[in-house]
C-alpha cells in the first residue's frame, strides 16, 4: 500500500549515458516532485510538477529533465549522467497547494555514476 | 526567498538524555508550513510534524516535543529521554503557501549511544 513507488532503487551508470528515473503514485495527487540528497545539503529540489503535462524548475535543475504525460507517473531523466549527478534520489506527492496533508515521500533511488 | 537553517550538524548523547535539535526559518510569506522529518539508517523519510504560521501552540507526543516561536523565526525539536532507536537524521522543512515547493534544512544528525 506504499502509494509511490520509485524504480529503480538502485542503479549503476557509466559517466555520459542517459538514465531514467521513474516515480510512480496511486494517490492521484496532483503534485510531484523530484529532490536529491547528498551530505550537508538536505534535500534540494530539481524538478516539480503541478499537473500533466506542467513542470518547472527547482533550485538544483540543471543537467536534469522530467516528463509527466500522466498523472501517476513522473520521470526523471539524466541526459548525460556526470559523477556529480551521484546521489539518493527521492520522489515526494502533495495532494495540494498548500500541503494541508503534508508530502508523501519515496523510498529513494541510488544512483552511482562511475 | 526561503532558506532553513538547522544549527548542529551532529549531535551526540547518551541513552535517557533530553535533546534538542535547533531549525531557524526565514520566509516572506504570512502563510507558511514547517515540518520535521526523520530519517532512520534505513533511508526512508519519516514524517514527524506538520505546523502551520498561525499555530503556535507547542505539541506534544510522547518522547517528541516541538516549540515554535515566530519572534525568532525557530521551529525546535526535543526528544525527551532519548533512546538508541532515536539515532537517524533529522530534517527541518520549510514550505510557503505561495509556492508549494518543500526547502529543507541541511539535516542534524544524531546518535544516542547506550
Known amino acids: 500500500d506504499a502509494g509511490i513507488t520509485q524504480s529503480p532503487r538502485h542503479k549503476v551508470t557509466e559517466t555520459g549515458t542517459p538514465v531514467t528515473l521513474r516515480c510512480h503514485q496511486t494517490e492521484n495527487h496532483r503534485y510531484m516532485y523530484w529532490y536529491r540528497q547528498d551530505p550537508g545539503h538536505g534535500l534540494r529540489l530539481i524538478h516539480y510538477?503541478?499537473?500533466?503535462?506542467?513542470?518547472d524548475k527547482g533550485e538544483v535543475s540543471d543537467g536534469y529533465s522530467v516528463s509527466r504525460s500522466k498523472t501517476e507517473d513522473f520521470l526523471l531523466t539524466l541526459e548525460s549522467a556526470t559523477s556529480s549527478q551521484t546521489s539518493v534520489y527521492f520522489c515526494a506527492i502533495s495532494q495540494g497547494a498548500p500541503p494541508r496533508t503534508g508530502y508523501t515521500f519515496g523510498s529513494g533511488t541510488r544512483l552511482t555514476v562511475v | 526567498a526561503q532558506k532553513v537553517t538547522q544549527v548542529q550538524t551532529e549531535i551526540s548523547v547518551v541513552e535517557k538524555e533530553d535533546v534538542t535539535l535547533d531549525c531557524v526559518y526565514e520566509t516572506r510569506d504570512t502563510t507558511y508550513y514547517l515540518f520535521w522529518y526523520k530519517q532512520p539508517p534505513s533511508g526512508e523519510l519519516v514524517f514527524l510534524i506538520r505546523r502551520n504560521s498561525f499555530d503556535e501552540q507547542n505539541e506534544i507526543s510522547g518522547r517528541y516535543s516541538w516549540n515554535f516561536q515566530k519572534s525568532t523565526s525557530s521551529f525546535n525539536f526535543t526528544i525527551t529521554a532519548s533512546q538508541v532507536v532515536d539515532s537517524a537524521v533529522y530534517f527541518c522543512?520549510?514550505?510557503?503557501?505561495?509556492?508549494?515547493?518543500?526547502?529543507f534544512g541541511a539535516g542534524t544528525i544524531l546518535r544516542v549511544k547506550s
Open positions: 522543512a520549510l514550505s510557503e503557501a505561495s509556492g508549494n515547493k518543500l526547502v
Open positions: 510538477s503541478y499537473g500533466v503535462k506542467d513542470t
